[in-house]
């Protein structure tokens, strides 16, 4: 619906240019009105008022003409003005209710169009009431009301493209477009159903018929460039609304908030706070993207805060609910939230229309991520894998997965591929890495990690694992040297028989000649360093053995 003011700033010349063609003759108003010239209209309408010319009904013509330029205060002024008049033309209230609609004042709207007579306009406007309000009953209703006239086919196709029935929408669009080949901003429709199925090359082939004949279209222009956001990336998108934005006049409003909107999410969330909050519930993606900027400053608290009483209605809306609980429920240690979040992801994963996406079968791989089945986690990450190769956060996950099934040498391969520090800083991402590793036969790249660490409770939790899955895997010597740290940190008995079972293990590797006989010398040191009365007897053994084979100690 928005997309009718289009070509009064698109296709029309400059006003200036026009008056120059006819001289100095003042253009009439019906001239103006049919050149979609509103800004014309209106200056000319208020100049015969200033002079104390009456044009007839000029007041409802700025109205007319102001809904049409976007200005949405100025037509509401003049038409609830009209409304107070006792000759109030009866039509005013559905131009009214058309009004409050495009202000988001539903209410209101609903109010004033049941006071209008009965009209194809009137149900059209109640029609879309009754989905904002959700109300199933009333949206039926007034769909049978529906005649096969273009103007309510549009009205059905815009609630199909709003209830993400996309191809329906595209059916309608096109059927119309067969008969109406003039009818040139339909293409845009269709573009934006086919942005919305994904198919952004599709969409740009379908977005050029148009822009061909209206270059400077602000709705056409910022699909193009969020085109070039999901095909390139956010600077080529930027381009694309630079030449949007040093195109059109100071005075020109609409799109600006969408066209604010959009910058931030091309720039990676630059200006969020100051741009985004405002225009929450405004720009239905408004809310999401503030919510996805607050889940990349780890405040997860405040994402969830501006989510829980949203309702989702699109798959996207399911999708980012079930992230944020699950972040919630990992953060928290709450089951309740991963529980939420993996009915959110089982939910869009088992629908129709995304079982077979990739958001779809991501959302699958998350919903069996949470319930620990990650041979399931496997199947539905394997079958997007290759649209995934170099994300840092597809990858995690993937490696995650091979690592809990067991296949260390893959997920190692994987979890090297990450480039992101922030992962790498992640005590997550250190012990999995650690605990691969280990069971690759390469212990002592688990004990550099810790090696690289800050002294911790996560440096201490990393002790514990090296400490026990290299004395697991036999790999006795960092076995020891963890336990020895540990114990050393803590007085726990339970360290110091990790420890002394460790260094034996590596004595009886060297008996066995699978460890070198320099390694006794330190395995010595490290028994030494505790005071417990069995250390002297173990100690003993030790060093009689290398006396006897001459092995320097």
């Not at 720039?267 to 985004?276: P, S, T, V, Y």
């Not at 991963?338 to 699958?364: H, N, W, Y």
Request: aromatic residues 12%; neutral net charge; contains cysteine.
């Amino acid at each position: 619906m928005l997309s009718r003011a289009k070509p009064a700033v698109g296709g029309a010349p400059p006003a200036a240019d026009r008056r120059r063609k006819k001289g100095k003759k003042v253009p009439q108003l019906e001239e103006l009105l049919a050149l979609r010239d509103f800004t014309g209209a209106i200056a000319l309408l208020e100049f015969k008022q200033h002079v104390g010319e009456q044009e007839e009904d000029a007041d409802l013509w700025i109205g007319y003409s102001a809904f049409h330029l976007g200005d949405y205060k100025r037509a509401l002024e003049e038409y609830e003005a009209l409304t107070k008049q006792p000759a109030c033309n009866p039509d005013v209230w559905v131009n009214l209710a058309c009004t409050y609609f495009f202000l988001g004042m539903y209410t209101q709207a609903e109010q004033a169009a049941l006071k209008a007579p009965k009209s194809r306009l009137q149900n059209r406007l109640l029609f879309h009431l009754a989905h904002k309000f959700s109300d199933e009953k009333k949206l039926m209703s007034s769909h049978q009301n529906l005649q096969d006239v273009t103007e309510d086919q549009l009205s059905l196709a815009s609630i199909h493209y709003m209830r993400s029935h996309y191809q329906e929408a595209i059916d309608i669009y096109k059927r119309i477009l067969l008969d109406n080949r003039e009818y040139l901003a339909l293409n845009v429709y269709v573009a934006l159903c086919y942005y919305k199925l994904d198919y952004y090359d599709v969409s740009q082939e379908v977005l050029a018929v148009y822009l061909q004949q209206v270059p400077d279209s602000t709705i056409a222009l910022n699909l193009k460039a969020c085109n070039h956001f999901r095909l390139y990336n956010g600077k080529a998108a930027e381009a694309e609304l630079k030449n949007l934005t040093d195109s059109s006049s100071p005075s020109f409003e609409f799109g600006k908030e969408l066209i604010k909107h959009n910058l931030v999410v091309f720039r990676g969330g630059e200006g969020a706070l100051q741009i985004l909050p405002p225009l929450v519930d405004v720009i239905p993606e408004a809310r999401l993207n503030l919510v996805i900027y607050y889940l990349r400053q780890d405040d997860v608290q405040e994402a969830y805060n501006l989510i829980k009483d949203l309702e989702p209605t699109a798959p996207q809306e399911y999708i980012l609910k079930g992230v944020v609980n699950a972040a919630l429920g990992q953060e928290m240690g709450s089951r309740d939230h991963l529980k939420i979040a993996q009915q959110f992801f089982q939910l869009v994963g088992e629908s129709a229309s995304e079982c077979d996406t990739i958001p779809g079968r991501q959302c699958m791989s998350s919903c069996f991520f949470l319930l620990r089945q990650f041979g399931n986690v496997l199947i539905y990450l394997n079958s997007v894998k290759s649209y995934f190769y170099n994300d840092d956060t597809f990858n995690f996950n993937y490696a995650q997965a091979k690592a809990a099934m067991g296949n260390f040498s893959e997920a190692e391969e994987v979890f090297l591929l990450i480039q992101s520090e922030k992962i790498k800083n992640d005590f997550v991402y250190l012990s999995w890495l650690a605990r691969c590793y280990i069971m690759n036969k390469k212990p002592q790249l688990a004990w550099k990690l810790y090696l690289k660490m800050e002294t911790s409770g996560e440096s201490f939790n990393l002790l514990q694992l090296i400490a026990n899955d290299c004395y697991k895997m036999r790999q006795f010597y960092y076995s020891a040297k963890a336990f020895d740290v540990l114990e050393r940190l803590d007085s726990n008995p339970e360290y110091w028989e990790g420890k002394r079972g460790a260094c034996v293990g590596v004595f009886q590797m060297i008996l066995a000649g699978r460890e070198a006989k320099e390694t006794l010398r330190e395995v010595l040191h490290l028994l030494k360093s505790t005071g417990n009365s069995q250390v002297e007897y173990i100690v003993r053994i030790m060093k009689k053995w290398a006396k006897e084979n001459r092995v320097p100690v």
